[in-house]
């Protein structure tokens, strides 16, 4: 055999063997490169008779060719090879569909969120209440203005808010737009909760979260008085806890009510010896509440001549800290299954 033949069975043998483009390209450039073997033997030719020199020349461009179609052979195999591994890789078995999403609800079960919130609500559908839903995105007219705060109002500052661009419209900041849109949309008397996801501009720690949940609650009627609301909140706390809470009414602010109270509970977590929840005071700010202010009562389409009513703003996220022992507010929005699972199972 010529030793070009050697080169090529010789190159055959090698690549064989390769299992990567850039070994195969090394070896090509080993045979056909400016030092590779085959340019050694032309390089040779210079001393061969012009006889010899065109045999060879002939047989050396037939093994370059040889050699060049190989390695584009190669290459496309090794190419090929690398997109069906990736493929079975990615591969989706749409058979094991439904036992997939079998194991993922054993590992989620409900959001302890959802598992408090369905059981105020069936408290409040049992005492007659109904229950209401209302917008995220909400204009300042239902967040603020019906609420009896006024553009340029200092309240607006309790309640960092998240604009949208056009500075008209706003990720609610409280549930107490499902208040104005209840009244507008309903005649004395009556009484709802609308719980849901509120929004605010906030620093988060263990007790906030920029995204958190609140239970509203409205009554409005003729003869409605701070005894229902007191009625009302006692039996709902009673019924959360399944045991006396300590609980404590202390005066508060708020636009929309007057007189307003805030209603705090002793810290189950620590039991009023002080932690990261209650923020080191025993006691944990669970419900303001009050009178609504007559201003919001005509807001809502409705006479404060005749009728009044009762409002509460339920934190919703706090309660469902305090019912399970939960010490971070952050843990809710994690959608970390190891948290999820510890709830209950559908
Ligand atoms: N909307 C108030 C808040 O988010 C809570 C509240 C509701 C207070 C109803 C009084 C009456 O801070």
């Not at 052979?73 to 989706?92: P, R």
């Not at 056009?166 to 709802?192: A, C, E, N, Y």
């Not at 705090?264 to 620590?270: A, P, V």
Request: hydrophobic share 40%; aromatic share 8%.
């Amino acid at each position: 055999m010529s030793s070009i033949q050697n080169i090529v069975s010789q190159f055959t043998a090698d690549l064989e063997k390769t299992a990567k483009v850039a070994d195969v390209l090394n070896l090509k450039a080993q045979a056909l490169g400016k030092q590779g073997s085959l340019s050694e033997i032309l390089k040779g030719l210079k001393d061969a008779t012009p006889e010899e020199r065109k045999t060879i020349g002939a047989e050396a461009n037939v093994a370059k060719n040889q050699i060049e179609e190989l390695v584009a052979n190669k290459i496309t195999a090794l190419e090929s090879a690398e997109i069906n591994k990736s493929l079975l890789k990615d591969k989706v078995d749409f058979s094991m569909r439904d036992s997939i999403l079998e194991l993922g609800l054993q590992a989620a079960g409900m959001h302890p969120v959802s598992i408090v919130q369905r059981e105020i609500e069936d408290i409040f559908l049992s005492m007659g209440f109904e229950v209401l839903d209302g917008p995220h995105i909400e204009d300042e007219w239902h967040n603020f203005e019906a609420l009896n705060i006024p553009a340029n109002h200092p309240a607006r500052d309790m309640q960092d808010t998240f604009w949208f661009a056009d500075m008209k419209h706003l990720l609610r900041t409280h549930t107490s737009t499902i208040q104005v849109r209840g009244m507008k949309t309903r005649k004395p008397p009556f009484r709802f909760v609308g719980p849901g996801k509120v929004f605010r501009c906030e620093r988060t720690d263990a007790s906030h979260e920029m995204c958190f949940h609140q239970l509203e609650g409205m009554m409005v009627g003729e003869d409605v008085t701070i005894g229902h609301l007191i009625y009302f909140m006692k039996t709902l706390l009673s019924e959360i806890f399944k045991k006396e809470v300590e609980v404590r009414l202390r005066p508060g602010f708020f636009p929309f009510v007057e007189p307003g109270f805030e209603l705090d509970i002793k810290c189950l977590i620590c039991g009023g010896k002080g932690c990261s929840v209650c923020k080191h005071v025993g006691w944990v700010e669970l419900l303001p509440c009050g009178m609504v202010h007559p201003n919001v009562l005509k807001a809502g389409g409705i006479d404060p001549e005749k009728n009044n009513g009762f409002a509460f703003g339920l934190g919703l996220d706090r309660l469902v800290m305090m019912r399970y022992g939960i010490d971070d507010i952050r843990l809710i929005h994690s959608g970390d299954l190891r948290f999820n699972s510890q709830f209950k199972t559908f």
